[in-house]
């Protein structure tokens, strides 16, 4: 994940991750949140393309929202526990961020998500 963190947005310009560091190749998706001790709140991974998620050798648990190829919110699965597998059809991106920040930001289904131009 090289590229600089972006700031991604909610509706009515609602803040949902201020720092999402987007993971659009082979090894940025492979690599995602493994190896960290922890993902401080404000930060989150987007994983394109993508329709799943597993949590296997975490340490930590995570909200994972599954978004369309428009960035619409389809669902949400709260806090998965490490060594959990967890997918949604017709998802096309999937974005990781700390536990209980799905609901600390208001994310809900039908939500439609936009990078921020500033």
Known sequence: ?????????????RVVC???????????????LLGRRDLPRGEGIL???GSSI??????FPIDVVFLDGDLRVLG???????????????????LELPAGEAAARTIRA???LGFSEA
């Open 1 to 13: 994940m090289g590229a600089a963190p972006r700031r991604l947005l909610g509706p009515e310009g």
């Open 18 to 32: 201020d720092r999402c560091f987007v993971a659009d190749n082979f090894v940025a998706r492979l690599r995602g």
């Open 47 to 49: 994983i394109t393309p």
């Open 54 to 59: 597993h949590t296997w050798f975490m340490r």
């Open 76 to 94: 949400i699965a709260a806090d998965v526990r490490p060594w959990r597998l967890r997918w949604r059809r017709g998802a096309r991106q999937v």
């Open 110 to 112: 039908g939500d439609r």
